[in-house]
């Protein structure tokens, strides 16, 4: 495994971990990672942070500010397994169709998420904190999901065959 530590700033990247990557902040409010990450498709296909298997991301922020049809901060796509997020937070605030703080899609993703606060806002048609789809498996304890702004707002979506959201002290 290989660890990437962030320090304090702003950084306007788009980062996608490879298999094995542990990315940390130096804290979750001081290390902020932001992009106009956005895609036409549904389900969205680019994030401002995009995960991979085995990936493991604390104690940083990730924004997007995106004006595309969908725009998401976090991306975990299909094959997203043994992944961990504890101690984020994540907002899409973009000013484009659909905002999603947390993407996770696919049969073959299983992320845990722990102390993480995770929302949408600004969407002129939809805001989704926590989209999981396509049979995904998630994990959840200690944390916030919200929405707000557009014509609807979902804090958590359970979408498609087999998705899973387990939820504990939310």
């Known amino acids: 495994r290989y660890l990437v530590w962030v320090g304090p700033g702003l950084y306007n990247e788009r980062v996608t971990l490879k298999h094995h990557v542990y990315l ?58 043994q992944v961990r997020l504890d101690n984020i937070y994540a907002e899409a605030r973009g000013t484009g169709g659909a905002n999603y703080g947390l993407v996770i899609t696919g049969a073959n993703s299983s992320p845990a998420i722990d102390q993480a606060y995770i929302g949408a806002s600004n969407g002129t048609v939809s805001n989704t904190g926590l989209l999981n789809g396509g049979g995904a498996r998630v994990t959840l304890s200690d944390g916030n999901f919200w929405a707000r702004g557009g014509v609807n707002s979902y804090a958590l979506v359970n979408s498609g065959a087999n998705s899973n959201t387990q939820a504990a002290d939310m």
């Open 24 to 81: 940390q902040g130096a804290e979750q409010w001081g290390t902020v990672i932001t992009n106009d990450a956005g895609s036409a498709n549904y389900p969205p296909d680019t994030a401002t942070l995009t995960l991979s298997w085995g990936t493991r991301v604390r104690r940083l922020t990730v924004l997007t500010t995106g004006t595309a049809a969908h725009n998401t901060a976090i991306l975990a796509p299909d094959g997203a397994i």
